[in-house]
């Protein structure tokens, strides 16, 4: 069996997380997740284990080496949610690792109580962003080039049932990817029980929040409730059997994907970043329908960046509105976006 480090170096590897001119953000809470990642790219780095790519690797097995010397470098950043009493202590711990280890490190304290009461969102959502927005800071600042964040095996699997659960599609069954935009994440290959003896074994004493214990959020009691009695009652290697699922679905969701930017390019007529986009209204109502939902997607998130709370409902709406084939005819799915029917194109219209 691997060892963590070397499945973790096979995971970078294998989906190319990190390339040899890399600075990494890593995001460290304290706990046994965030401390063995930390700890992991610190070895590997000092023992030029990383490489650039698949070629370099072949040719360093061939001529017996470990790889070329890597120049990827690491930052850690820390988010003090300020919830918990225990909170300035786990900023302490990971302060005190960086400063014992030489490693560049930046925190920030954010009332996420308070931001969640007053964007009225909830906690977990507002701790999310919150997070995310300090690690892009510190990726400006710092001149860095990704974010590494330390979910697991475990944690897919989570946001899988997750994500059944609210009725989400395909998609949803993805769980978490190994790679988002910049954001990247090594441990995803690892399953928590492998990550807790790593830190046993290390002796790095992570910090652990009790909250976690707690069945207050969904992920919690799908956490620590449903998957133990699955794997009491039904299937005791759920983990890795819906792990099989995922690498299924996330494999033919990249190809569903890259057909529908192909056709994308055959019914655009215009399109201006972060203002419009234009297609052809005969060739869209020609599709099938799971292909135009696809594709209303791909469009929002084209213009947003993301797909800008436009739900299944907008998405049904906005191919009725195509299927009356009736001019000047328009829906709003949120105040941010506008589709209009109009000389046979439908618009899609950032509203500033």
Same mark, same amino acid.
């Given at each position: 069996?691997?060892?963590?480090?070397?499945?973790?170096?096979?995971?970078?590897?294998?989906?190319?997380?990190?390339?040899?001119?890399?600075?990494?953000?890593?995001?460290?809470?304290?706990?046994?997740?965030?401390?063995?990642?930390?700890?992991?790219?610190?070895?590997?780095?000092?023992?030029?284990?990383?490489?650039?790519?698949?070629?370099?690797?072949?040719?360093?097995?061939?001529?017996?080496?470990?790889?070329?010397? /890597?120049?990827?470098?690491?930052?850690?950043?820390?988010?003090?949610?300020?919830?918990?009493?225990?909170?300035?202590?786990?900023?302490?711990?990971?302060?005190?690792?960086?400063?014992?280890?030489?490693?560049?490190?930046?925190?920030?304290?954010?009332?996420?109580?308070?931001?969640?009461?007053?964007?009225?969102?909830?906690?977990?959502?507002?701790?999310?962003?919150?997070?995310?927005?300090?690690?892009?800071?510190?990726?400006?600042?710092?001149?860095?080039?990704?974010?590494?964040?330390?979910?697991?095996?475990?944690?897919?699997?989570?946001?899988?049932?997750?994500?059944?659960?609210?009725?989400?599609?395909?998609?949803?069954?993805?769980?978490?990817?190994?790679?988002?935009?910049?954001?990247?994440?090594?441990? +995803?290959?690892?399953?928590?029980?492998? +990550?807790?003896?790593?830190?046993?074994?290390?002796?790095?004493?992570?910090?652990?929040?009790?909250?976690?214990?707690?069945?207050?959020?969904?992920?919690?009691?799908?956490?620590?409730?449903?998957?133990?009695?699955?794997?009491?009652?039904?299937? /005791?290697?759920?983990?890795?059997?819906?792990?099989?699922?995922?690498?299924?679905?996330?494999?033919?969701?990249?190809?569903?994907?890259?057909?529908?930017?192909?056709?994308?390019?055959?019914?655009?007529?215009?399109?201006?970043?972060?203002?419009?986009?234009?297609?052809?209204?005969?060739?869209?109502?020609?599709?099938?329908?799971?292909?135009?939902?696809?594709?209303?997607?791909?469009?929002?998130?084209?213009?947003?960046?993301?797909?800008?709370?436009?739900?299944?409902?907008?998405?049904?709406?906005?191919?009725?509105?195509?299927?009356?084939? +009736?001019?000047?005819?328009?829906?709003?799915?949120?105040?941010?976006?506008?589709?209009?029917?109009?000389?046979?194109?439908?618009?899609?219209?950032?509203?500033?």
């Amino acid at each position: 069996m691997k060892s963590l480090e070397e499945n973790i170096l096979h995971t970078i590897n294998f989906y190319q997380l990190i390339e040899n001119e890399d600075k990494l953000v890593l995001a460290v809470s304290g706990g046994p997740d965030s401390m063995c990642m930390l700890k992991v790219l610190e070895n590997l780095l000092k023992e030029k284990l990383i490489l650039k790519n698949k070629q370099e690797e072949e040719l360093a097995e061939k001529n017996c080496q470990k790889g070329p010397s /890597p120049m990827a470098k690491i930052v850690v950043a820390h988010v003090n949610h300020m919830l918990r009493k225990e909170a300035d202590d786990d900023e302490k711990y990971v302060k005190n690792y960086c400063k014992k280890n030489g490693i560049e490190f930046y925190s920030k304290s954010i009332d996420v109580k308070k931001l969640a009461h007053t964007n009225k969102i909830g906690e977990e959502e507002a701790g999310r962003i919150a997070r995310y927005e300090f690690f892009e800071e510190v990726l400006k600042n710092t001149n860095a080039t990704k974010i590494a964040v330390a979910h697991n095996k475990n944690d897919k699997i989570e946001t899988m049932l997750m994500n059944t659960l609210r009725g989400s599609g395909i998609e949803g069954l993805k769980g978490i990817e190994p790679k988002r935009d910049n954001i990247i994440r090594p441990l +995803i290959q690892c399953e928590r029980t492998e +990550i807790e003896k790593y830190c046993k074994e290390n002796k790095l004493n992570p910090r652990i929040d009790q909250t976690n214990l707690e069945n207050t959020y969904t992920r919690n009691k799908i956490r620590n409730v449903v998957i133990p009695y699955i794997q009491k009652e039904f299937n /005791p290697n759920i983990i890795k059997t819906l792990d099989r699922l995922s690498d299924i679905v996330m494999g033919e969701n990249e190809y569903i994907e890259n057909q529908i930017k192909i056709i994308y390019e055959k019914i655009l007529i215009e399109e201006k970043p972060n203002q419009e986009i234009r297609i052809d209204l005969k060739m869209f109502n020609l599709l099938e329908t799971v292909i135009k939902a696809r594709l209303i997607r791909y469009i929002i998130k084209r213009l947003f960046g993301s797909t800008n709370s436009i739900e299944k409902i907008h998405i049904e709406d906005i191919i009725k509105l195509c299927g009356n084939n +009736i001019g000047n005819k328009y829906l709003t799915p949120n105040k941010n976006s506008k589709v209009l029917i109009k000389n046979h194109q439908v618009h899609f219209i950032v509203l500033s």
